[in-house]
């Protein structure tokens, strides 16, 4: 059992994965509306069959794999056909969606339950394992709220590594594999206070508005080598967002700064937007 590994499934599948695709779809379904198709093409990339033999034979696991890949589609669904756009084929592709996140609640009911109702009375539907098979009966749909919140699992840094470490608060991408550098929700942010840390060196205690989505953060930076607070007060730069949080010389840091930085960290330099633009705004 690791604490890390339970809080990385929680936000990364049910909250980045199965909640932001219902938050999504449901926005968008209330804004365009939807309507069944002539043909269902994604809904057939969920094997339910296979999915019921993982688990009669108690290969949770492995239903589980099966069930989350299948959402990881329905999410790149969303994106390959820019259903936002509101193309003439958009409420077909949104009953198709629809059609998917109930199929999938109903599998994930059992470890889910509380969460499941929700849903099922959103979409207005029975959490039965006979009702796969059945077409959507709901008519209108309201954006869901928030059905999961993000869970943050605190490790506390060692001081001489942050005296010592010039690297401390500043993102490595070297360090970053490729299927998690897919879940980061990168956003602009503007800097409202900088303030200095009792004991530290290297950092910076940053008040960072990301827009009206996520509220006003404090994230911990070790910028303080390279930046003066003037030059980062009122400012905005690129923050990533949903990274666990991290406790750093006492204090809870809920985000990164991105920054370019030479091999041996002597000089970094932030990112920021080449044109204004509203904070919160999402960096793809």
Known sequence: FSERALVDRHNGELLNKYGNLISRVTSLAEKFGFSRPKKNTLIKGLDVVKIKKLFDSFELDKALAEIFSFIDSCNEFVQSNELWLGKSDVKDKLYELLLSIRNVTILLSPFIPDTAVKVSEL?????????????LTVRHVKKSDPLFKKLEFFEEEKDD???KDKSVGIVKMSE???????????????IKSVDDIPDADKLYKLSVDLGKELGVRI???????????????????????????????GISSHGMILAASSDNHSKVVLLRPDKDIAVGSRIS
């Open 219 to 249: 994230i911990v930076s070790g910028l303080k080598e390279h930046y003066k607070p003037k030059e980062l007060l009122n400012n905005k730069f690129v923050f990533i967002t949903n990274l666990l949080a991290k406790k750093l010389k």
């Open 161 to 163: 590594k942050i005296n």
């Open 123 to 135: 979409l207005k539907f029975k959490i039965s394992f006979d009702g796969l098979d059945k077409s």
């Open 176 to 190: 970053i594999k490729f299927e998690d550098w897919e879940k980061l929700d990168l956003r602009v942010g503007l």
